[in-house]
């Protein structure tokens, strides 16, 4: 019998391969990721931080990092945390050691999104052909994440750099986000 | 397009919330309590007054947080903002008068 | 005024006053002008909303095997899914037919990854789900499911789905495909507002799980092969239970559930794995002649065994008792969301719209859905209308058409005769239980 469990179906791959390069707005699909959702009161939450390797952000819509760990502020109990896929198993079982008896809830959502980046200098022109928001660096710097809108999907979006931001979107709007900023890229590839 | 401050994460754009109907309007502790007309009023009256009014609204695509709201229905005008379970602010208009 | 803002109509209503009136147009006044002033473009209102943007289409991790095999889809929300599959020369109804047979004699599979799935998490995940399901919860233990109606504060049916208690704390919960945010966006208002000391968290995880429906006598037989370290024996796994392992090598929440009313399973795979899975499946099918079915199959199938689907038996007016689910509602709870509305003296009068089964005198004849139902077919117009038909298919094990409806007092008409007036003419109809087909269950066993 066979071991399905590399066997991945990305959502995207023929939108991808077709999309032509572009130094002013580049659209990239990230690789795989471990995903956590994690609530919790505040005894979990400092808890899960000595788990993490770092404190999770308090401060609203900012994400924290530790090498290839990020933890994103997405509500006041409410983080979203992505790890590398061979650091998951390890990390759920110490998680889970660590918060028992503490009320908190921990579900793996990892394959419930994907990742895209927008990056170049018309990034944020790109994004904002479908999001309301002032994405210039005062207003959205680097290191602030949110849930949002683009278009008529919802996602999570941050800024790793000036001139670049990630965008998680569940799996089944991830067709629609990619051609939606496709379109807005047209102007400058 | 209407900016609403989010108590959580500041001003936002209309789209990312949704309106969640007339404040301060709390479940009761024991429905089996209630009369049929009373238990009619929690679930239908509301006041709907013309002027300020004391409303919830969700950041749904945001932080996911609910609050409340005080906002003048004759003019949109947001008096005030303030998180679910504090009160309402003092020093603000009563429901029904006007902000300005 | 729509998008003119009154543009074009003002300037011809203002013709057709001075008429009326005698005096020129320039005497009579203009009405208040509002945005936008100047012509503007169909194109600026729609910005990228065209075409293919015009909505997300959302499609399941399985939605290329479909395609590749001749499914014809039909639209679900913003869902695509698969309606039916057809094979060469085959109508919508020679392919349900042979998809039904299929399923009731051997094995069907079929794609049920739209469902919505929230995993609800803490200490005080049972005593939310009391509060907000009719079902009590504390005592359903680990590894098992119950079938979960939820209601509005004013007592009406708003979403029901399958609930299974995956630990003490943790419980996978499902929505119908539709449902899923308003079920959420429920949850939350609740906890948040009302109940915010409540331990418990919402996580949606509609999009996590891929989910796989294996119906069939022969279901087990499929599965058995392809499982690791889950025991899905007849005695290590009765109906309604949820077992973790692998399948495939892939993590796996195993249920065992059956929206036919055979034996049947449901396989939830992390969606990256889908499409794997559910081709392994197929493959180890193939000796049992696996058949894949879509939508109209899986309502056929659920209608024939008499299980409702909200929002087509339901509308929005419907109680728990309506529609033969007074068994779920927990009898010694003390509230939950929509209780005190079922203690209203008119939730319990007997001429309240009920669910039951309708056959045709002339078992080829098929009702339409929506149609009226009436006593008397030869009274004057306008007729007392007693009900209407709230799902009808052809139903191909039983070989003739079936129908549920809601009739008012209808579980006292047992075997009464009725109407359903129609422009080519009046159809009789005998209600029935609805329940057409095992009415004990015993095919549950396989």
């Known amino acids: ?110 394959q419930r999104s994907l990742a895209l980046a927008v990056s ?46 990630e965008i998680d979107v569940w799996r089944s709007f991830a067709d629609y986000v990619w051609r939606l900023l496709e379109e807005a890229r047209r102007e400058f590839v | 397009m209407l900016i609403i401050a989010c108590p959580y994460c500041g001003p936002r754009p209309e789209l990312e919330f949704r309106y969640g109907g007339e404040a301060h309007v709390a479940r009761p502790v ?71 | 005024m729509a998008t003119d803002q009154g543009k ?23 009405t208040t002008f509002r945005q936008p002033y100047t012509p503007t473009t169909f194109g600026i209102f729609a910005g990228h909303s ?11 991790p399985i939605h290329g095997w479909a395609e590749a095999n001749g499914a014809v889809f039909e639209d679900v929300a913003l869902w695509k899914r698969a309606h039916y599959f057809p094979q060469a020369g085959e109508d919508m109804h020679a392919a349900v037919d042979r998809e039904c047979l299929a399923v009731r004699r051997s094995v ?16 005080d995940a049972a005593e939310f789900l009391n509060r907000m399901y009719v079902n009590p919860w504390s005592k359903l233990a680990p590894g098992r499911l119950r079938y979960g109606i939820m209601l509005r504060e004013d007592g009406f049916v708003t979403d029901d789905g399958v609930v299974g208690r995956m630990a003490d704390d943790r419980f996978h919960v499902t929505t119908t495909t539709g449902g899923a945010p ?12 009302e109940w915010p000391d409540l331990d418990v968290w919402l996580t949606s995880t509609t999009e ?28 290590a796994m009765p109906h309604m239970s949820v077992k973790e392992g692998r399948i495939c090598g892939v993590p796996t929440r195993l249920f065992r559930v059956s929206f036919t009313g055979e034996l049947g399973f449901e396989v939830n795979v992390p969606a990256d794995h889908g499409r794997a899975v559910w081709e392994a499946i197929v493959a180890a099918g193939a000796p049992f002649g696996i058949t894949p079915y879509g939508t109209e199959t899986m309502h056929v199938l659920r209608a024939e065994k008499g299980y409702i689907i909200v929002g087509q038996e339901t509308d929005g007016t419907a109680t728990p008792d309506d529609v033969g689910l007074a068994w779920a509602v927990g009898k010694a709870k003390n509230d939950f969301v929509g209780k005190r509305s079922l203690a209203r003296a008119s939730m319990a009068d007997p001429m309240r719209k009920q669910l039951v089964g309708l056959l045709t005198h002339d078992p080829k004849t098929v009702l339409e859905e929506g149609a009226q139902i009436v006593v008397d077919p030869a009274a004057p117009v306008p007729m007392p209308m007693v009900g209407h038909v709230t799902s009808s298919y052809h139903s191909a094990v039983l070989g003739r058409s079936i129908a549920l409806a809601v009739v008012k007092g209808g579980r006292a008409r047992m075997g009464e005769t009725l109407h359903v007036p129609m422009p080519g003419g009046t159809i009789a109809v005998t209600v029935t239980d609805p329940v057409f087909y095992d009415p004990k269950g015993e095919r549950l066993d396989g």
């Open chain 3, 182 to 193: 308003r079920v959420l966006q429920m949850m939350e208002d609740y906890l948040q507002t």
């Open chain 2, 30 to 100: 024991d429905p089996s309590t209630l009369s049929d007309e009373d238990w009619g009023a929690f679930l239908y009256q509301r006041a709907n007054p013309r002027g300020l009014h004391a409303e919830r609204w969700r950041h749904v695509h945001g932080c996911g947080r609910f609050f409340n709201a005080l906002r003048d229905t004759t003019t949109d005008f947001f008096a005030a903002t303030y998180e679910t379970g504090t009160p309402r602010p003092a020093g603000t208009p009563a429901d029904g008068e006007t902000s300005r």
């Open chain 3, 50 to 60: 065209r075409a293919d943007l015009f909505d997300p289409v959302r499609r399941t």
């Open chain 3, 208 to 235: 996590q799980w891929a989910v796989i429906a294996v119906q069939g006598p022969n279901a087990r037989k499929v599965l058995e092969p392809l499982v690791e370290g889950i025991d899905l024996s007849a005695a």
């Open chain 1, 120 to 165: 170049g200098p018309m990034a944020a022109r790109i994004i904002n052909a479908g999001c309301p928001l002032d994405l210039s660096p005062d207003a959205f710097p680097v290191g602030m994440c949110t849930r949002t809108l683009l278009g008529k999907a919802e996602i999570v979006l941050s800024r790793t750099d000036e001139a670049r931001f």
């Open chain 1, 1 to 110: 019998m066979a071991d399905l469990s590399t066997m991945r179906t990305p959502a995207i791959e023929a939108l991808v391969t077709a999309s032509p390069a572009s130094h002013l707005a580049a659209l990239t699909a990230l690789p795989p990721r471990t995903r956590f959702s994690f609530r919790g009161r505040p005894a979990a939450v400092t808890a899960f931080g000595t788990v993490l390797g770092f404190d999770l952000p308090q401060v609203a819509c900012r994400f924290a990092e530790d090498g290839a760990r990020r933890a994103l502020w997405l509500g006041p109990d409410e983080w979203l945390v992505t790890l590398p896929d061979r650091e998951a198993t390890a990390f759920a079982g110490a998680a889970a050691t660590a918060l028992a008896g503490l009320p908190s809830s921990l579900v793996d959502v990892s």
């Open chain 3, 108 to 123: 069907g599979i079929f794609d049920a990854s739209t469902l919505g799935k929230i995993e609800v998490v803490g200490p």
């Open chain 3, 8 to 30: 074009t109509s003002n300037m011809n209503a203002l013709g057709i006053v001075s008429d009326a009136l005698g005096k020129p147009v320039t005497e009579i006044g203009l």
